[in-house]
């Protein structure tokens, strides 16, 4: 039984008992509500007061038993009450002290700033992968969620410097700003850049002239959601079955069909190898749709003579277990 319910049941009984004594009083002494109750408490509180008015031997012997079973359980209960309230301070504190554990531990992850309708919909794609996620948020609410959940955040900011060095943004991969207004998202997109140049951030645009700011101040990619909207409304009016398609290989799971891009590694047995002579499309049941060049080139249904080589970026199709097959030849841990 947890200290909740446990405290909770207490109560419920010490108000049983201070009822119950009550009644008794009126039925063997003939008393009010009021005196009844009076009398009840201060024998139970063991204040001394004395006697609301004489008793009757009945009447003491009555005031004795609920002396006997009432004051040993008040104490109880005032101490199951101290109890919880300690307990819930260390808790908290042992909760603060594992996060800030975790937090200093991070190492390539990704920081998404502002959990609201945009970031909570990145977290729920992003929960079933291997990826450390930092939430940087400010809103208490939006923050008692993130704790239920047992998800890493920093209280505060996003725009105070001092939560992104705490989120580990100089340790970081990534980093998504998806804040409510354009000048946060510049702001935070500007000092996360210059903590760490390295760092892959993506910024959101909520209108059209903020996206070359965005992209001034450091982001590698900037995402406006109202224009993705649209954009996705024409395409399934012009061509339903293409976003039929790309619905089932990007959101839709149950058909267990996967779009995934995949790094070569110039020690795969693959590197330097021919997609015709490489076996991919018979040993594993894929497609491969597009090679991204280590320059950035993007070759877009390569001919069977095409040589896949370190560094490349290979776009495929198909079952989620053929992809993780070629995944591990295509990049052999060492």
């Known amino acids: 039984m947890s200290h909740t319910v446990q405290l909770a049941i207490g109560i419920l009984l010490s108000v049983l008992l201070v009822l119950g004594g009550a009644a008794g009083y009126m039925f063997i002494e003939h008393w009010s509500l009021m005196d009844a109750l009076y009398m009840t408490v201060i024998t139970l509180a063991t204040v001394g007061f004395g006697e609301v008015q004489k008793l009757t031997p009945a009447g003491r012997i009555f005031t004795m038993v609920l002396i006997i079973l009432g004051v040993g359980f008040v104490l109880y209960v005032a101490g199951s009450v101290i109890q919880f309230m300690v307990e819930g301070q260390i808790r908290e504190a042992l909760g603060r002290r594992k996060l800030k554990r975790d937090l200093k531990w991070q190492r ?23 990826l450390g996620i930092v939430f940087v948020e400010r809103d208490a609410e939006k923050i008692a969620r993130l704790h239920d959940r047992n998800l890493l955040y920093v209280a505060g900011e996003a725009t105070d410097e001092d939560n992104l060095i705490a989120a580990g943004v100089e340790k970081a991969r990534g980093l998504v700003t998806v804040l409510a207004t354009d000048s946060d998202n510049v702001y935070v997109t500007l000092t996360a850049r210059q903590l760490n140049p390295k760092l892959f951030i993506i910024a959101r645009a909520g209108e059209k002239k903020a996206e070359k700011k965005l992209l001034a101040a450091g982001a590698n990619k900037v995402v406006s959601p109202y224009g993705m909207g649209a954009h996705r409304i024409a395409q399934t009016i012009l061509r339903p079955t293409v976003t039929d398609f790309l619905d089932l290989t990007l959101r839709d799971k149950k058909h267990n069909i996967y779009m995934e891009e995949m790094p070569v590694h110039a020690s795969s047995r693959l590197a330097d190898v ?51 097959r070629i995944e591990k030849v295509l990049y052999p841990r060492h």
Do not use: W
């Open 274 to 324: 021919a997609l015709l002579d490489s076996g991919i499309r018979q040993d594993f049941d894929l497609i491969i749709i597009a090679i991204q060049r280590p320059g950035g080139d993007m070759l877009f249904n390569p001919s069977s003579q095409t040589r896949l080589q370190g560094g490349d970026t290979v776009v495929a199709v198909g079952e989620k277990e053929n992809l993780e």
């Open 108 to 130: 390539g992850h990704y920081i998404i700033c502002g959990y609201g309708r945009v970031g909570g919909t990145i977290c729920e794609i992003l929960a079933s992968e291997p």
